[in-house]
T-cell receptor, first 112, second 114 residues
Framework: GENVEQHPSTLSVQEGDSAVIKCTYSDSASNYFPWYKQELGKRPQLIIDIRSNVGEKKDQRIAVTLNKTAKHFSLHITETQPEDSAVYFC???????????FGSGTKLNVKP | SAVISQKPSRDICQRGTSLTIQCQVDSQVTMMFWYRQQPGQSLTLIATANQGSEATYESGFVIDKFPISRPNLTFSTLTVSNMSPEDSSIYLCSTGDRGGHEQYFGPGTRLTVT
């Protein structure tokens, strides 16, 4: 199977600062790497994703970078706002098995 | 993205009973999955619901405890059988396009077993 590790487990930043969350994975056959945001009491929402043939993807204040050689990928949030406060999960798709493995989650707190 | 609904949204059940959770998608999807999320925890895959064949269960989950049906490409059910308080959790269904990319989640069913 796949082993996904996510760090840090909690992250507290001041509004306007940047936040970075990192995930590592073990199986080089993994080829799709989404990030989910889950607000309290709500479902996980896909916020950005990256495929294995791309090194970086950006969507406004959110970016994801992928280092296939080192088997890690990171979520970058710039100019953080209080509404960014949530739990963020990384995930890895093991293509041949068509299933996702999730990281343990990062609770992000953006202080106004 | 597909619109996914689940019923019930929450339930309180007695120990030893069973609950069936329904997941409905507004379009045909290749993949459907069932997850469990305990409070403050990550998502744990229970099984992949296969249309027209038996579900594929993850380690630690068995068909007798979590029977799954998937009669067509838009609907699936998960039954939590012979419930105990340890089954108290949020159960989420999700869908994936071909290759499993771009997975979306239903709103979840919050189950409390007393």
């Amino acid at each position: 199977g796949e082993n996904v590790e996510q760090h840090p487990s909690t992250l507290s930043v001041q509004e306007g600062d940047s936040a970075v969350i990192k995930c590592t994975y073990s199986d080089s056959a993994s080829n799709y790497f989404p990030w989910y945001k889950q607000e309290l009491g709500k479902r996980p929402q896909l916020i950005i994703d990256i495929r294995s043939n791309v090194g970086e993807k950006k969507d406004q204040r959110i970016a994801v970078t992928l280092n296939k050689t080192a088997k890690h990928f990171s979520l970058h949030i710039t100019e953080t706002q209080p509404e960014d406060s949530a739990v963020y999960f990384c995930a890895v798709l093991l293509y041949n098995f068509n299933k996702f493995y999730f990281g343990s989650g990062t609770k992000l707190n953006v202080k106004p | 993205s597909a619109v996914i609904s689940q019923k019930p949204s929450r339930d309180i059940c007695q120990r030893g009973t069973s609950l069936t959770i329904q997941c409905q998608v507004d379009s045909q999807v290749t993949m459907m999955f069932w997850y469990r999320q305990q409070p403050g925890q990550s998502l744990t895959l229970i099984a992949t619901a296969n249309q027209g064949s038996e579900a594929t269960y993850e380690s630690g989950f068995v068909i007798d405890k979590f029977p799954i049906s998937r009669p067509n490409l838009t609907f699936s059910t998960l039954t939590v059988s012979n419930m105990s308080p340890e089954d108290s959790s949020i159960y989420l269904c999700s869908t994936g396009d071909r290759g499993g990319h771009e997975q979306y989640f239903g709103p979840g069913t919050r189950l409390t077993v007393t």
